[in-house]
């Protein structure tokens, strides 16, 4: 742990930079419109979105996460941690490819689906994606407040209401171009922490050799099932929910989405791919800590290996890791409020509220809405902080995803995806895994409904929505012409024209 | 159960390939910006490529191959 006080100054230092940054890209991008605002004016180059895409899948909760899979399953958490969240940048593609030809003019992707299927359907589109990036948001400040407020020996909900004001007001000014350009200097950071500071942790207890013969003595018996890569037993509560949950999180995620649509068009599947593969090796290279706690932590709970495990860095690099700790947070906290920002704006206030409303009270709903949803952020994490593990959390957060991905496929691929079918498959897919979980939690007994394992509930979502969407729009069916949306443009005011 | 070399090539393997990433990654925002200076705001690019799809797909395929091939020899 660290002075209080250099804690303190950290924080700050971070603070200025960050706001510095965000100030720069504001008056160089001229942020003055909702487009540029929202999307970067679709013209960002392929390195700065890569760089802000991995960074914002680079989760600080990777930090405790991996760590804590390693210490629960050994190497094979590697891939169980990893592979969901690789599988995600890989599922989005076709959504993408089909997105930027259809709907090129979008500022937020949930704008599709007025389109598509009318006022019902987005409502009901937007309220997934509001709770679901909300859960995001607090996720990320979760970790941030547990891991920064260790190591600074700082109370937690200080350091989250230091962290949320910081990146209210950086977002504030610069929208997507000021996450994304902060998330370049983020991603650099979590780059040299995983290069420099995962084998200086190795090497500090020995290295290498030293960490693989004490892990082995460590776990005795257990060390053959630790050490291989095929240890398939604990698949059902580590990887399949967050692969049926998380793993397709990117199709939902806003945050995906406005990085899709700020990329050059021509450029959409090669960003994925290399953001999404880069992923996994960082995800792999924070395994160390994992390791390194198995072979010296021996009797250190998984949950608490990240921790203790960074607490055996020098006194100086403990300072500088706990400053790029601050940078993977902010990557994906920043991410998630731009988008909650750019959809109460888009979506909510001009989509559904104020539909004649001008580009310049779009800006200014967004700026207030950055602002507003950093404190309901902050609030949530505050209650959550008590009452839910990092890891339920964390798989909790895809369940949003299970209503929305099959339904959405439906209706880009297919033309008799109706309005009843989708919205129908949406609700009913949420009610059915909201009520499942409760039960399944022990939260309250429901009558009729058994409980099940996590994965099963998300796997019942998946299926549910995405057959009624399909059954429902067999009986009442559409017959959408997908030219239509593709003929509209945006026009210079935020509304569409023909 | 992995040996002690697989243990050790394999955190080697992940540093290379963190480093590999993080290069490619700089190395294009160096050589590209923010972005595209000199286009208005919106304008739009045309859509992208088939082969540049496939390609994409083919990193990926290679990639899956990758992780299969790591749960087998690390087994």
Redesign the interface.
Known sequence: MINTGVGYSIIGLWGILMIGIAYF?FR??NVV?T??FIT?????????T??SF?VTWMWAGDILGVPEYVGFVG??GI?MYA?PA?LSS?IV?PFA?RM??LF??GLTYSEYFIKRFGKRAHLAVVFVILYTMVLGGVIQLYVGGVVIGSLAGIDATIVMALLMTVIGIYILLGGL?GSM?TD?VQ??SA?AL??VFA?LL?FTVGG??VV??DMVTNLGDQ???F????NFAPIEDFFLPYALGLGVWGVVSLSTWQRIFAV???????F???AG??V???I??Y??IGFVGLAALPDVAPGAIAIEALGLLPGWATVVFMLVALMVLGSSTDSYLTAIASLFSRDIYFRQLKPDASDKQQLRVARIASLAFAAVIFVATELALDSVSFIQLLLIGGIGSTALVGPFALSLFWSQTSSSGFITGVVVSQIVTISLLVVSFEVAAIPGLPALKLWEIMLVGHLTSTALTGVVSLVRPDDFDFEEIAQQA?AADGGDEQ | MMSETMFVAMLVLFWIAEFLFGSLVVYWFLRQGFGNEGVASGEMFPLEDAALTKQSLGIWGLFFAGVVLLIIVGA
């Not at chain 1, 970067?40 to 700065?48: S, Y």
């Open positions: 890209i160089r991008q419109d487009k540029e970067a004016g679709g013209r960002a180059q392929v390195g700065l890569t760089a991995a190497v094979s891939w592979g690789v890989f593609i490819l930027r030809e090129p003019q171009w350009t370049f991603f650099v780059i995983t290069l084998p190795v290498p050799s693989y013969q060390s053959a099932t050490l291989s890569m095929a050059r068009r021509d450029k959409t599947s090669r994925l791919t290399v593969i880069g996994f090796a960082t792999a290279m395994s160390l945006v």
